[in-house]
T-cell receptor, first 113, second 114 residues
């Protein structure tokens, strides 16, 4: 049982480059989300989705795009990378019911130079 | 908007002593509350949750947490800490009426000394 799989684990980008962080889950979870983790700031929600074809913004969405064409996949796109996007990114999934816990991927450490 | 506060950046405790990590929340509606733990260079792992019912919930690795509605708190506790409990702990809240978003506190680093 793979759970939540994120790729890549590490990435270095130059300012202005674009890239896509991949996230896939095999638990048939409706709810998927992306967070960034920065020192002293906890985890901040970037975008989330409650099902295929439905996405919404979290608290720090600027500079990021998402789409949800299938239940399993929820890629995060950086359109034009900036040094402020240097962070550790986590994907999470859960059932849509509020009382269910989320499962997290192992994270992607992104450095923008 | 919902929010979670973890007032202590770091908690130091001697092995064998009780451990408490504090969490308070602010929401409109009935909260679902969670604790997660993060070990170095790893993703977050679920510890325990409060949905409804008994205010004292028990979770993995001997951890428990008490839901206090009047104080809007959900403190994490362990009666006897282990060195292996040293990690980063996050409190989180979810409100179904608020889009079901999972909102995290800033995290508390726990250091258990032998």
């Amino acid at each position: 049982n793979a759970g939540v799989t994120q790729t890549p684990k590490f990435q270095v980008l130059k300012t202005g480059q674009s890239m896509t962080l991949q996230c896939a889950q095999d638990m048939n979870h409706e709810y998927m989300s992306w967070y960034r983790q920065d020192p002293g700031m906890g985890l901040r929600l970037i975008h989330y989705s409650v099902g295929a074809g439905i996405t919404d913004q979290g608290e720090v969405p600027n500079g990021y795009n998402v789409s949800r064409s299938t239940t399993e996949d929820f890629p995060l796109r950086l359109l034009s990378a900036a040094p402020s996007q240097t962070s550790v990114y986590f994907c999470a999934s859960s059932y849509v019911q509020g009382g269910t816990e989320a499962f997290f991927g192992q994270g992607t450490r992104l450095t923008v130079v | 908007a919902q929010s979670v506060a973890q007032p202590e950046d770091q908690v130091n405790v001697a092995e064998g002593n009780p451990l408490t990590v504090k969490c308070t929340y602010s929401v409109s509606g009935n909260p679902y509350l969670f604790w997660y733990v993060q070990y170095p260079n790893r993703g977050l792992q679920f510890l325990l949750k409060y949905i409804t019912g008994d205010n004292l919930v028990k979770g993995s690795y001997g951890f428990e947490a008490e839901f206090n509605k009047s104080q809007t708190s959900f403190h994490l506790k362990k009666p006897s800490a282990l060195v292996s409990d040293s990690a980063l702990y996050f409190c989180a809240v979810r409100v179904l009426a608020a889009g079901n978003k999972l909102t995290f506190g800033g995290g508390t680093r726990v250091l258990v000394k032998p």
